[in-house]
């Protein structure tokens, strides 16, 4: 292992996904840094994505938790810290350790969570503590203890480059792991290495891959399926590999004859063309070069780790597995979901990648010390969270990551907060959705860029983590905390730590504990890096064990973590399991991601230039659905399930398939209204991993009528009232926020004008006949807030408003021009590009229809809008019948200006 020498800037790690960036940060010396990719990290060298890049305009930034809260009151930590201590003992002993839970997450950092999961299982005696990545990766690991007999990710990110064609299931990695995504387009591009993207729907990703197979939600097993089918019988069977290596073969073969018994019913149930599942085979067939990437779309699934199987069938059937170029990839989500797995913050694992067998239990149980050892799995989130509803879990400390938000049925989670007679809250930032104001006790805890640690990315590979600025207020950082607490149950002994590097070097030196080569993790060869080392540590892959050199690719020469050492292929269910639709709830909600936010936004949501690709939460819906609806493209509807309803903000696409609407996570109470989408889905859970279906619930959509729109540019926050439709967003220099109602415009004036700061000048426009409102309240030469209300969205008055709102200073002409809302830009600027091919605003295309064009034909004609690759000619024709209203020049304003 190598160690970093001294570089300009500090060394650290992307906070955000789990491909594992490294990156350079330079504090600017006033709380904040910029921030570079590391041309010397293996996950990148050098490359970030949008979010990466934009990590420096959200470090300082935010309002934060910056002091110890008890009911909501500032304290002292020694105070806070005796509260959550006394909270738990308590709990224990009144009711035992079963009432007793942690949750956790995928982000906080390796030592984080090996304090918190030892805590909770060596010494309150509860193995109730599970972790977001119940919601994001259990059935992964699930299927890989099952196939490989250990939670272990065979390929390594070099694979990308050597493999020949590369199969992307479930996953959006051009939005989701950007980085990776364009190393696979470099492959493409360089070596012609084939991109199959296998989705429900079509994505960003779908634009570059050389086939798209847009199956039926869940049935990846069926596909797969068939693909062993034809693995074993057209000649792609590696019969060695298989013979010396595996076992189960038999059973999983069978199986898969009865869920694939002929092209025609694959096709069939999968929706797809028999000739592109035949294309899908023979490309397989043809290249032992095979890199499998899966994500989302697998994993949070009813079936999910079924699904994995069939694809690690397929890879262990075919010997390809862990050659160069070729094994199954799961692509992990969160910086640290690997790291978690590590640990074992997961309820079904115990640490170090041992489970609550006797002899595992025994040997943690003799290398920590315990004082009290939990002996048998603990809840699973679902399952955890339906257990504080009842009562039964009485005592909850939540660290980083807002189940409030996240959890499927999240509005009977956030209820079920308030059965807790204990609930501490560790958080970052203040404001968050549905959590703190529930919480006895909430602790600030320092994010990233003031706390120190380690995580691993999807390949197995452990970086750094550097602290590079100083903590806010009297934040700390996450294992201190936990420590802390420690020592006041009475486990001083046992949690004596200092520093991120002592609780590194015992979770290292437990992974090697008693290790015979039987268990996969074994960091052994870390156990004793001197602070120093730790410090400098270059990113490095696992397994490490002591006099070792660490592994990249595993198990090209089988060595798997079963009692025999041979992999499992295994008999998967046929896929019929999930929730169907119904005559109420005749259509499928997708749940996902959009490229430039990050979960609960509660970072990328401060940054104005990660707010500018998508500014509010939409439905997507194909337009078939959305013309037997009647919706077009500036309608709002109300999406409806058993569980919850959002009104959202329609986007009608060719990319959705009939009968599927997709909608974006990322959006709750504290930045929209109404918005909240993950309180949709319903809590089927996979029966062997506990992992939710957050792909597919039933749901149903309602137009509703809106008579009126609006927006603000603002220096201040405004809160507005949580049943208007609404969505907040960082500009520079303040927060915007966009509106509808279905009142009309002058209600709509009367009430969000309450809102309006009073001091300053004011100056209002009102055109009662036409339903137009503004006003621009002014401070000293500069625009503190403007406000539009009228009858139809007005985007690029919006867009306006957002280009200039940071000038220190507004003149008289340009204040005008934004009350009125028109004037300053040239009118092809106007509005989203709608023609991305030709570069054609969507105000120029109204210009267009202005000046006489009034179909496809000749708009193409004026502007070559909709001539090239064609996708925008539905969103021109929906222009093209907007109410003619839209494009009439608004009178020159009566202007009033008012002073207070
Ligand atoms: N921009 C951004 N990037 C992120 C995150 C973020 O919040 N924002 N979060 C990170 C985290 S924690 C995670 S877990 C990852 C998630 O990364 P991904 O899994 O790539 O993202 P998702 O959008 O959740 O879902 C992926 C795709 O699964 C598809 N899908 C749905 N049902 C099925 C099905 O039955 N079969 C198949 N084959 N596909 C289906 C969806 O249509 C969707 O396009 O992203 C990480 N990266
Ligand atoms: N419907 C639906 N639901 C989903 C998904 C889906 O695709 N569809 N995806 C699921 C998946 S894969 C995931 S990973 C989850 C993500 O869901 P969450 O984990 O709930 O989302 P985050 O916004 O990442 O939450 C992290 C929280 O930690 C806080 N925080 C930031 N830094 C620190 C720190 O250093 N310490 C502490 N203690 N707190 C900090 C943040 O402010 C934020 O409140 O959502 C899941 N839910
Ligand atoms: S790809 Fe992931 S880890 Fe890399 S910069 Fe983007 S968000 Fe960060
Ligand atoms: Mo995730």
Redesign the pocket.
Known sequence: MSVVGPAPGIRTTCAYC?VGCGVIARPDGRGGATISGDSEHPANFGRLCVKGAALGETVGAGERVLHPLINGTRTTWSRALDAVARGFGETLQAHGPDSVAFYLS?QLLTEDYYVANKLIKGFIGSAHCDT??R???ASTVAGQRRAFGADVVPACYEDIEEADLIILVGSNAAWCHPVLHQRMLAAQAGRGVRLINIDVRRTATSVDADLNLTLAPGTDAVLFSWLLVQICEGGGLDREYVARHTTGLGEALAQAKVIAPDLAEVARATGLDAADISTFVAWFMAHPRTLTCFS?GVNQSAQGTDKVNAILNCHLASGRIGKPGSGPLSL???PN?MGGREVGGLSNQLAAHMGFAPDDIARVERFWGSAHMARREGRKAVDLFDAVARGEIKALWILHTNPAVSMPRADFVRGSLGRLDHLVVSEAFAGVDGLLERAHVVLPASPWGEKDGTVTNSERRISRQRRFVEPQGEAKPDWWALSEVARRMGFAKAFPYQSAHEIFCEHAALSAFENDGSRAFNIGGLAGLSRAAYDGLAPVQWPLPAGKSPSGRMFAGGGFFTSDSRARLVAVASPALREPTTARFPLILNTGRVRDHW?TMTRTGLSARLSTHIREPFVAVAPEDAAALGLDSRAYARLRTAHASAVLRVEITPQQPQGQVFAPIHWNDATSGQGRVSALMGAHVDPLSGQPESKAAPARLEKIDMRSFGFLATRRHLSLPRWLVHARFAIAGGEGVVFACECPPADLYALIANYLPDSGQRATLRDEGAGRYRTLVTSRAAIETLLHIGPLRDDAALDMAIRHFAAPEHDSRLRRALLAGHAAEAVDQHGPVICVCNNVHAGSIRAHRAAGARDLASIGAACKAGTTCGSCRPEISVILAEPVAATIPIRQPEVSLESS
């Open positions: 789990g995928g977001n990545s919601l994001c990766m989302q992990t989500g969160q979901a979960h």
